[in-house]
């Protein structure tokens, strides 16, 4: 048993990692065309 137990924690800590990547990837894009953007106004 406790080794499901084991098993379900780490696969909600990949997936919450994944997820976290994945939202600061596409945090970091949106920051890049921002700051594209910024260089096109100034």
């Not at 406790?2 to 600061?24: D, P, S």
Request: charged share 25%; with cysteine.
């Amino acid at each position: 048993m406790l080794r499901i137990q084991e098993a379900v924690k780490g696969f909600f800590f990949v997936k919450n990692f994944l997820t976290f990547c994945l939202l600061y990837g596409k945090l970091k894009n949106e920051v890049r065309k921002f700051g594209n953007l910024r260089k096109i106004c100034i």
